[in-house]
């Protein structure tokens, strides 16, 4: 049972677009929603995370919008470059308890010039 | 580098061999996580390990076992290899129970492929 769904599986945006990935989730327990970004060859990497007490979090050009009520999470990146070109993964756990984090499938994203 | 180290880097074997994937936590994290990577069905969790003890079991295959030694590294066992077996296989690390931020550390994986 998939209990994160993430979409589109793939994006192509042009450079300096705002690329826009869209993750749901099922489980109400989750209190934890980090973002995973894996380049070709290496381990995904956390690029940034939030708690469901915020609807939105910036770090840099990348932005998380919450909505708790619709269980709805998504990742902004403003100003989109080449070297952001990478696979994105949401992903969702209990803080407190259960940590193993759930990962989405995955959104290839390419940021052309 | 996110101090994570897993080897092999490369495999290939064939169906019904077995293989044994390595992995060294972070210096001071505690657990240590498996997960499979495939095409298709991005990354699915299948055991963590905290101190030693199993904490936590997901969709691991019975033919697929793994333990934490003493000296926090872990070893994942895949045995009766199947050509579906083929993927990416990643450990992740983390400081828990405690103290744990959420965040999980990987290494670069160990690709399996089974002729």
């Known amino acids: 049972q998939q209990q994160v769904k993430q979409s589109p599986q793939s994006l192509i945006v042009q450079k300096g677009g705002i690329p826009i990935i869209n993750c749901a989730y099922e489980?109400?327990?989750?209190?934890?929603f980090p973002w995973y970004q894996q380049f070709p060859g290496k381990g995904p990497a956390l690029l940034i995370a939030?708690?469901?007490?915020?609807s939105e979090k910036k770090e840099g050009r990348f932005t998380i919008s919450f909505n708790k009520s619709a269980k709805q999470f998504s990742l902004h990146i403003m100003d989109s470059q080449p070297g952001d070109s990478a696979t994105y993964f949401c992903?969702?756990?209990?803080?407190?308890?259960?940590?193993?984090?759930?990962f989405g499938t995955g959104t290839r994203l390419t940021i052309i010039p | 580098d996110s101090g994570v180290t897993q080897t092999p880097k490369h495999l290939i074997t064939a169906t019904g061999q077995r293989v044994t994937l390595r992995c060294s936590p972070r210096?001071?994290?505690?657990?240590v996580y498996w997960y499979q990577q495939s095409l298709d069905q991005g990354l699915q969790f299948l055991i963590q390990?905290?101190?030693?003890?199993?904490?936590a079991k997901g969709n691991i295959l019975e033919r697929f076992s793994a333990q934490q030694f003493p000296d926090l590294h872990s070893e994942l066992n895949l045995s009766s290899l199947e050509l579906g077996d083929s993927a990416l296989y990643f450990c992740?690390?983390?400081?828990?129970?405690?103290?744990?931020?959420?965040?999980?550390?990987f290494g670069e994986g160990s690709r399996l492929t089974v002729l």
């Open positions: 489980n109400t327990a989750f209190d934890y």
């Open positions: 992740a690390s983390s400081v828990s129970s405690g103290r744990y931020t959420g965040e999980l550390f």
């Open positions: 210096s001071g994290d505690l657990s």
């Open positions: 390990y905290y101190n030693g003890e199993e904490r």
């Open positions: 939030i708690r469901p007490d915020v």
């Open positions: 992903a969702a756990s209990m803080l407190f308890g259960n940590e193993k984090l759930t």
